[in-house]
């Protein structure tokens, strides 16, 4: 396989090619893996092998020539993992990761599975942002990853391989972190948090660099959380568009990490992780108190300092209704302690507290009522 240079000595070093400037992260396995700061995960199944028929020729016609990272199924039950960690990168400007990869297998069945994945500040793994059945085409082929993980977070790459019981290889090669945009595959500007009340959408804005084209996938990963799918694209230029995501009726559940992710011919990109935040509505958790009571008025006390779910409050409402239900009425208040005036004589209320926190849905569920009666005429 042709060379454009060397691989990377040290994390610190970077060197000029012929695809433009490549910084430290990159790797073409021309000398130990190790040198330029690969490793091999302790928790897994298998490790990877390095490979040079270079140096060391095969007579596998299944086998790439070259210098290369491999895993060989055969032999492997179903379902094993290995995994080849790239050293921690930060992005302080705009950079792509583009790498080859090769399948063959002599049953012309599919090795295993090829899987990509992005961890963020040494947090979990997550889910892949890339794979490929492992269907074996005894080609090379390329894939680019547009990671906007950005200063001072640090990101890292690793490549897994999923055995399928069937025997064959799946190859890496050639990985490179070059300073430029990738050419294929758009890259994400930053996402913000976003919070919202239970029970709302929650909306999520990714703005890209680049162009999308129909066949391109996108969606909104999470972290241990649903994924969302995509709710619109905004073109804006030629060069951008925005994409908007919503996960519908939220719950506590939903509350974490998540990304914005598109797939293209060319590769993937991904955006950094933005936090969702699911405020509950607060509910008072005890009735409303008596303080006096007279045939035509209730004054009470909210007693609405001890809730359940979230503040700051920003609200408060009381609510009364005639015990037989026959009348209803709910007024905003502003101080801790309310007269409910205009009542009938010898009549039974019920009385309820609404507390309200900011933002669209803030208004909790009535809480516990006080059961009351006014006095009679005259009295």
């Known amino acids: 396989m042709r060379r454009l240079g060397t ?18 992260g990159g790797c073409l396995f021309d000398e130990p893996y190790s040198t330029c700061g690969y490793s091999q995960a302790e928790d897994d199944d298998f490790h990877w092998e390095q490979v040079n028929t270079l140096t060391k020729p095969t007579s596998d016609p ?36 583009d790498f080859h990869y090769f399948v063959s297998s002599k049953s012309n069945t599919a090795p295993g599975l090829l899987n990509v994945y992005v961890k963020v500040n040494n947090g979990p ?28 977070n640090f990101y890292q790459v690793v490549f897994e391989v999923i055995t399928s019981g069937h025997q064959g290889y799946l190859v890496i090669d050639e990985v490179k972190v070059l300073g ?10 930053r996402i913000q948090n976003v919070e919202v009340n239970a029970g709302q959408f929650a909306t999520f804005q990714c703005s890209a660099i680049g162009r999308t084209v129909v066949g391109d996938r996108l969606w909104l990963q999470g972290i241990d959380v649903r994924d969302a799918p995509l709710k619109e694209i905004k073109v804006t230029s030629s060069r951008r568009f925005i994409a908007s ?65 979230d503040g700051p409050i920003v609200a408060r409402e009381v609510e009364y209704c005639t015990a037989s239900g026959s009348w209803n009425d709910r007024q905003p208040v502003d101080s801790t302690s309310y007269k409910i005036g205009h009542l009938d004589p010898d009549t ?20 516990p009522a006080l059961r009351t009666r006014t ?3 005259g009295e």
């Not at 990272?69 to 992005?91: D, I, Y």
């Not at 490929?132 to 950005?150: C, V």
């Not at 430029?180 to 500007?189: A, D, E, K, M, N």
Request: proline fraction near 8%; glycine fraction near 10%; include cysteine.
């Open 7 to 24: 691989c990377l000595a040290t994390l610190a070093g970077l060197l000029l090619t012929a695809a433009g400037e490549t910084f430290s």
């Open 62 to 97: 299944w086998m790439p020539s070259g210098s290369f990272m491999l895993v060989n199924t055969s032999g492997r039950p179903e379902g094993q993992r290995a995994h080849l960690l790239l050293p921690q990168l930060k992005e302080n400007d705009t950079h792509c990761i």
């Open 125 to 152: 793994l997550g889910n892949p942002i890339w794979n490929i059945s492992g269907d074996p085409t005894r080609t090379w082929n390329r894939a680019e990853l547009a990671i906007s993980t950005f200063w001072p």
């Open 180 to 189: 430029h945009p990738c050419t294929r595959t758009p890259h994400f500007l």
């Open 245 to 309: 995501f919503n996960v519908m009726n939220t719950t506590k559940r939903d509350a974490g990490k998540y990304r914005c992710m598109i797939r293209t011919e060319g590769g993937v990109g991904i955006s950094n992780y933005a936090e969702l935040v699911v405020k509950e509505p607060p509910v008072p958790i005890a009735p409303p108190q008596l303080a006096s009571v007279g045939a035509t008025y209730l004054w009470i006390q909210l007693n609405a300092n001890s809730i359940n779910g």
């Open 348 to 367: 039974e209320y019920e009385i309820s507290v609404l507390l309200t926190r900011p933002g669209e849905g803030g208004t909790g569920s009535p809480g």
């Open 375 to 377: 006095k009679c005429a």
